[in-house]
């Protein structure tokens, strides 16, 4: 293992998945932790007050200046002679990988919007007058990440679903390593008398069909825990989906990590409704917590819930399929429990840490 080491993060003002990922590599590897736009008490309250934070500079909030302006900022970055080895954990920080040298891109997606979901994204997100616009920005965007993947080293991916992925649209090979959850946190506290949800608010991960579902199903309760970016596209969803909400779905902004455990630990089961998810931390938390999962069929989920045994998959996922898997799993919540624990043991940390360091040695 090398001395010295930095982890590259695209900005880290709000608090998802990946970013704890990124988090977690810094600290158990004593790394410095290098992004943009940096949220230092939300990452405290998250358990990383013991990482060394440092900022390449302030961006804009708003997309596409946002992650250009990251793009910008990790290129121009040069720290050689400062460290002995790089890990970019994140799509915008990897022309980072351009300037700082022998480096490892942890892959959680090749940028989504401009590969794999560029249709969705342009139908779904883009208005209509500001198509071609994004249709440009796109193609240039395209440009510049093939030109930087050709100054990565060594490249993992959090998935097989990602693995794809990478070699479909950067023609790269990818090593999966699962990422990291201290299932040692997560406890099984009662079956409450909720269900949980815990995503960002951004369209494809379609929480709005989440929402629909519990307007038919008016004995049972949603709590949705929804981090979101303040750009102007996270709003419009926002508020779209506050529009819908009924009484019986709560809506959460942001909470800190022992509120969240104590939802995992005290729901009914947990609800994820993504679009072909890269991965999926939040089902290994509640898998890790005792609870049952529903998720589509599709992505990530495949890889980590077990249809059946610790959880259900719906195929062709809509508000009527998701309300009777709904109504199906809550019938014996408890016969998943221990299944569920066990499976999530599978993607604890200390597996990740130890395939992260042979990768970085071999």
């Not at 900022?73 to 040069?78: D, G, P, S």
């Not at 090593?175 to 406890?187: C, F, H, K, L, N």
């Not at 998959?313 to 066990?342: M, R, T």
């Amino acid at each position: 293992m090398k001395s010295k080491i930095a982890v590259f993060h695209n900005y880290m003002d709000n608090i998802g998945g990946a970013e704890i990922v990124g988090l977690t590599l810094a600290r158990e590897l004593n790394a410095d932790f290098y992004s943009t736009n940096i949220d230092r008490e939300k990452i405290q309250k998250m358990g990383f007050s013991d990482i060394t934070l440092k900022s390449v500079g302030p961006i804009p909030i708003d997309a596409p200046y946002r992650q250009q302006m990251a793009l910008c900022r990790f290129r121009l970055l040069n720290l050689k002679g400062k460290y002995d080895y790089f890990i970019i954990d994140g799509d915008w920080a990897m022309s980072g990988s351009v300037n700082n040298k022998p480096n490892l891109w942890y892959v959680h997606s090749p940028i989504r919007e401009i590969w794999d979901l560029y249709e969705y994204t342009r139908q779904n997100t883009v208005s209509f007058q500001n198509r071609l616009f994004f249709d440009l920005w796109v193609y240039y965007n395209r440009y510049l990440n093939r030109k930087f993947i050709k100054h990565v080293g060594k490249i993992a991916c959090n998935s097989l679903n990602t693995q794809r992925r990478v070699e479909k649209y950067l023609k790269r090979e990818a090593t999966v390593i699962y990422p990291p959850t201290d299932t040692s946190q997560y406890y099984f506290g009662k079956s409450g008398d909720y269900w949980l949800s815990v995503n960002r608010l951004v369209s494809h991960k379609r929480v709005d069909t989440q929402i629909e579902a519990f307007k038919m199903l008016p004995n049972e309760r949603l709590i949705i825990v929804g981090s979101y970016e303040q750009s102007e596209h996270f709003r419009i969803y926002v508020d779209y989906i506050k529009s819908i909400q009924p009484k019986n779905v709560e809506i959460l902004h942001w909470v800190d990590k022992e509120t969240l455990i104590d939802l995992y630990a005290n729901c009914k089961g947990f609800i994820t409704t993504s679009k072909d998810e890269d991965f999926g931390m939040t089902p290994i938390e509640a898998m890790a917590s005792g609870k049952p999962v529903i998720a589509p069929n599709e992505g990530g989920y495949k890889e980590t819930v077990i249809d059946g045994l610790t959880g259900r998959l719906i195929d062709n996922i809509n508000v009527y399929s998701l309300a009777e898997a709904i109504k199906e799993v809550g019938k014996n919540l408890l016969k998943f429990k221990s299944s569920c624990i066990d499976r999530a043991k599978q993607f604890d940390t200390a597996i990740f840490m130890a395939k992260v360091k042979a990768l970085i040695n071999s």
